[in-house]
């Protein structure tokens, strides 16, 4: 499970910050931006793989899954973002991150079928393969477990705090602390369950992408 992990992450960092670097395009205004299409289908394949890596993991997450009242527990879940980030909101001005961005631009210059697909289905599927059982999964064995949860959060919240000048926006930051919490809480309260936090990353995206959508047809 080891070098799997690892060479899921290797797969998934290569895909998603060194192969994307050979397809840049320059816009109009000198700023350099990836290839859209080349993008997508660097997405595509890092699913493809991540899901033939762990298609065991994912398919008895999914048999245990349905033991439990997941639908309850993932109602729960999305209201403990809420609260947070209502909470968040009082101690912090609370702004739109560059990943937000990038995604809104996207969904701009894209079919919002495929839209839906790439946050709504492979993302959930990716990075909780990635940051969850890749690294709590993988290595609880080893290291304490609620270690590997701080560094899964860390990571994770890392990742989406990415600048588009290539800098970490910390501020944005703390905006993806409210989502991380409730992804990471169903993994581990469903004893280590990747499908939990699958499905839980399925919802919260999926609230967002319809929000963007049906915003996107009233302006």
Known sequence: M??????????????????????????????????????ILVQLITAMYAVWSYR?????????????????????GYLVRVVLTMLLALVV??????NQANIESLLNSTSIVLMLILTCVVAPIVEELVFREAIIGAFKDKVNPWILTAI????????????NSGGIDW???LMYVPLTIPLVGMYRYYEDNV?????????SNSVAMIFLVVRGFLL
């Open 171 to 173: 501020n944005a930051a």
């Open 56 to 76: 065991e993991v994912i398919q008895r997450g999914f048999e245990n899954l349905v033991k439990r009242r997941f639908v309850r527990d993932i109602a729960i």
């Open 2 to 39: 080891k070098k799997k992990a690892v060479l899921l992450w290797f797969v998934y960092f290569s895909n998603l910050m060194i192969v994307p670097r050979f397809f840049l395009t320059q816009a109009e205004d000198g700023t350099l931006h990836v290839d859209r299409k080349v993008y």
């Open 152 to 163: 899964s959060i860390f990571f994770f919240v890392l990742l989406h705090s990415i600048s």
């Open 93 to 98: 001005p609370l702004q739109q991150t560059d």
């Open 195 to 203: 499908a939990a936090s699958m499905l839980m990353h399925f919802v």
